[in-house]
């Protein structure tokens, strides 16, 4: 149990020590105990495999070996936050996004590879997987957003641009897809045309209800189908810092309610709770830590106190 009357900060950095894998603990250090970027990509370089992508279930919820673009875009995120994402090994990276792709250019889900290893079961894998926005959206947002040019990239955002402006068109979506596509808006190096699409997503995020705009009234909003009961999403879930598209979304007030819910949704052992389906007892271990680490970044990034006593 975290110390009583720690701050929050505190009562996390018990809760990851106790229980997180090694690069949560090293990512925990970076961003809150003046750690080192080497150190986090040290930790991340153990998921690496030799095609250049990444496995070994550092998307907890894909187990296996392998190498799969969510667990590529799970590593490109981690040296995204490092400032690490330019080197030589996004090369390599941009090798393997090449090599995995659809014949459209864009990435599936679950490459065929996995066939074999244990996944959730939401996720299935198929021999021939389609173009998928979830897979691709955040890695084209963050090598875009990181200056990255290779020719892998001109037809994964043509990809994402024709998706997001589906969306923005009146086709129906769910959370983990709108923020999909909100990561490829924000580091698409078109500004104009990404501002006026993700006005376009956000009408269709309140008009299809998928943001929950009051905490206290959670359990009478819709939950997507093949969601978790109680698997809603708020403004917190979108606009992660302030510079996000998503920001314009929500008003004031409905971002306030949204971070105070996030706030207090720390739990008695200092980690925050995994609202997506548990399908095996070692995912929810090693989700729960990269919730916490998401949760603290959010608050600190719209100024909430996180070392006083809370």
Request: with cysteine; proline share 9%; hydrophobic share 45%.
């Amino acid at each position: 149990m975290a110390p009583s009357g720690a701050s929050a900060v505190a009562r996390a950095e018990h809760f990851i020590w106790l229980t997180a894998r090694v690069l949560e603990q090293r990512r925990f250090a970076f961003h809150f105990l003046g750690g080192g970027p080497d150190a986090v990509e040290a930790a991340l370089a153990a998921y690496e495999g030799d095609d250049g992508g990444f496995g070994f279930a550092l998307e907890p919820d894909l187990r296996g070996p392998v190498s799969q673009p969510l667990h590529t875009a799970h590593a490109l995120r981690v040296l995204d936050e490092i400032g690490h994402c330019r080197d030589r090994r996004v090369e390599r990276v941009c090798r393997y996004l090449t090599a995995v792709s659809t014949q459209d250019g864009a990435l599936p889900a679950l490459h065929p590879s996995l066939r074999g290893y244990p996944a959730a079961p939401w996720i299935p894998v198929v021999d021939d997987p389609p173009s998928d926005l979830l897979a691709t959206g955040p890695v084209v947002g963050l090598l875009h957003g990181n200056e990255v040019w290779h020719a892998w990239l001109f037809r994964a955002t043509d990809f994402c641009w024709a998706a997001v402006d589906a969306l923005g068109k009146g086709a129906r979506t769910h959370p983990y897809e709108v923020k999909a596509a909100l990561a490829f808006l924000d580091g698409v190096p078109d500004r104009a045309r990404a501002e006026a699409a993700a006005v376009r997503l956000g009408r269709a995020v309140r008009e299809q209800r998928l943001a929950v705009l009051d905490p206290e009234h959670a359990d009478d909003h819709p939950v997507p189908e093949g969601y978790a009961p109680g698997e809603h999403h708020f403004p917190h879930d979108f606009a992660r810092t302030p510079a996000s598209l998503a920001r314009p979304w929500f008003t004031d007030a409905e971002l306030a309610r949204s971070l105070d819910f996030l706030a207090a949704a720390q739990e008695p052992d200092g980690g925050w709770p995994v609202l997506w389906r548990a399908w095996a007892p070692g995912t929810l271990l090693e989700c729960r830590p990269m919730v916490t680490i998401d949760a603290l970044l959010t608050l600190r990034a719209y100024g909430r106190p996180l070392q006083g006593v809370s």
